[in-house]
């Protein structure tokens, strides 16, 4: 079982930029990929980005495609979103999961309690 908690979220002036951290507790992080989602109020959970467990594949969603890299760390059971040139429509609870390497929420089984992104105009 995995265990996550994201941290890092925060208000910024758009155009600013922040990194998000999702902290893995169990031994089998390593083994899943990881995706973040987000989801503002009002809206349903939307795809963010997702990398598989080594690390040599992602994917992102198309509104932060060139904005957002997605990485991780393996040895230290960590991932991050670093999220420049931020929008205010990049304004969302932000969420990191641990699943199969997918853009659907319903194929990630462990998820973080999320960490509010604020982004002003």
């Known amino acids: 079982q995995v265990q996550l908690v994201e941290s890092g979220g925060g208000l910024v002036q758009a155009g600013g930029s922040l990194r998000l951290s999702c902290a893995a507790s169990g031994r089998t992080f390593s083994a899943y990929a990881m995706g973040w989602f987000r989801q503002a109020p009002g809206k349903e959970r939307e795809f963010v980005a997702v990398?598989?467990?080594?690390?040599?594949?992602?994917v992102y969603a198309d509104s932060v495609k060139g904005r957002f890299t997605i990485s991780r760390d393996n040895a230290k059971k960590t991932g991050y979103l670093q999220m420049n040139s931020l929008k205010p429509e990049d304004t969302a609870v932000y969420s990191c999961?641990?699943?199969?390497?997918?853009?659907?929420?319903?194929?990630?089984?462990?998820w973080g309690q999320g960490t509010q992104v604020t982004v002003s105009s």
């Open positions: 990398i598989t467990w080594t690390g040599g594949s992602t």
């Open positions: 999961a641990a699943g199969s390497y997918s853009t659907r929420p319903y194929n990630y089984y462990a």
